[in-house]
């Protein structure tokens, strides 16, 4: 059976987001997108709730992006590479390649997934990771902690009691951690 892993940038306080729904904070230094490449490139579906989603189709829909080079245009040929798969009541429909609407998160449709999957997913957005770590399906964090506050925004984690066994950490030089976690069950 493949790994659900959360990966997730944030401020040292956990949040994704600040106050006004701003994320340009966390772009992340070559050294980290580099990095980020390296844990990503083993994902081969990922998870998505519908504003994460809309915020990542620049990779495969806008040419800037799209047709980067260096580390950015690894990480948009990885995007573009992988399945996806959306969870929205609202949204009508996907603007990207390899892609399926799904209209609500079925933890069962997500263990088959799991379990069919040829390498690990990922789920991306704190909103849905609530959804997956409700019901044990998260198996591993990802966390990018950015040296700065934000004092308040989207948090990175659900307001639920997890155990975590510190399984890697990577120090860059902007000062960013990169913390990877086994999820206890």
Same mark, same amino acid.
């Given at each position: 059976?493949?790994?659900?892993?959360?990966?997730? %940038?944030? =401020?040292?306080?956990?949040?994704?987001? @600040? &106050?006004?729904? %701003?994320?340009?904070?966390? /772009? &992340?230094? #070559?050294?980290?997108?580099?990095?980020?490449?390296? +844990?990503?490139?083993?994902?081969?579906?990922?998870?998505?709730?519908?504003?994460?989603?809309? *915020?990542?189709?620049?990779?495969?829909?806008? #040419?800037?992006?799209? @047709?980067?080079?260096?580390?950015?245009?690894?990480?948009?040929?990885?995007?573009?590479?992988?399945?996806?798969? +959306?969870? =929205?009541?609202?949204?009508?429909?996907?603007?990207?390649?390899?892609?399926?609407?799904?209209?609500?998160?079925?933890?069962?449709?997500? $263990?088959?997934?799991?379990?069919?999957? #040829? !390498?690990?997913?990922? +789920?991306?957005? #704190?909103?849905?990771?609530?959804? /997956?770590?409700?019901?044990?399906?998260?198996?591993? +964090?990802?966390?990018?902690?950015? &040296?700065?506050? *934000?004092?308040?925004?989207?948090?990175?984690? &659900?307001?639920? /009691?997890? $155990?975590?066994?510190?399984?890697?950490?990577?120090?860059?030089?902007? !000062? =960013?951690?990169? *913390?990877?976690?086994?999820?206890?069950?």
């Amino acid at each position: 059976m493949s790994s659900l892993l959360y990966v997730v %940038n944030c =401020s040292l306080d956990g949040y994704v987001n @600040d &106050p006004d729904g %701003n994320h340009d904070w966390g /772009a &992340p230094t #070559p050294e980290v997108f580099a990095f980020l490449n390296d +844990v990503e490139g083993r994902v081969t579906t990922q998870l998505y709730g519908r504003r994460t989603y809309e *915020l990542m189709t620049v990779w495969e829909t806008d #040419p800037e992006f799209a @047709d980067a080079s260096g580390h950015e245009g690894d990480f948009a040929r990885w995007w573009q590479e992988t399945e996806k798969v +959306v969870y =929205s009541t609202t949204l009508t429909d996907v603007v990207t390649e390899r892609t399926r609407l799904e209209r609500s998160f079925d933890p069962e449709a997500v $263990r088959r997934v799991k379990e069919e999957s #040829p !390498g690990p997913l990922s +789920v991306f957005g #704190p909103t849905l990771a609530a959804s /997956a770590f409700e019901v044990g399906l998260v198996d591993e +964090v990802h966390l990018f902690v950015k &040296p700065l506050t *934000l004092g308040g925004g989207l948090q990175a984690f &659900p307001p639920t /009691a997890l $155990r975590l066994d510190l399984l890697d950490e990577r120090r860059f030089g902007d !000062g =960013s951690l990169y *913390l990877r976690y086994a999820v206890e069950s």
